[in-house]
Nanobody, 119 residues
Framework: QVQLVESGGGLVQAGGSLRLSCAAS????????MGWYRQAPGKQRELVAR???????NYVDSVKGRFTISRDNAKNTVYLQMNSLKPEDTAVYYC?????????????WGKGTLVTVSS
């Protein structure tokens, strides 16, 4: 079984910074994708950023230049450095892990951490 434990959410003023962390444990294979999604009240969950085990990175346009995703493969941990935060970044942020094995992907989710950006 795979477990994802997130940390680092909280309340911050607009223009501030937060760093989210997500540590994965369990049956994690070397080929995978780790990422962050978010869900604001009344909105659908959306991809924020993801990084493959090979280092390929994708960001949603709204966070490009402000957020940086990184990972430590030795620790099975993914980070999301969020700078220049805006009130519209307020959401529950979910860690996501997709394990790729024999051509198929299995997705796992963390419980979420709340990020609130005040104006």
């Amino acid at each position: 079984q795979v477990q994802l434990v997130e940390s680092g959410g909280g309340l911050v003023q607009a223009g501030g910074s937060l760093r989210l962390s997500c540590a994965a444990s369990g049956s994690i294979f070397s080929i995978n994708v780790m990422g962050w999604y978010r869900q604001a009240p009344g909105k659908q969950r959306e991809l924020v950023a993801r990084i493959t085990s090979g280092g390929t990175i994708n960001y949603v346009d709204s966070v490009k230049g402000r957020f940086t995703i990184s990972r430590d493969n030795a620790k099975n941990t993914v980070y999301l450095q969020m700078n220049s935060l805006k009130p519209e970044d307020t959401a529950v942020y979910y860690c996501n892990l997709v394990v790729i094995l024999s051509g198929s992907g299995m997705a796992y989710w963390g419980k979420g951490t709340l990020v609130t950006v005040s104006s």
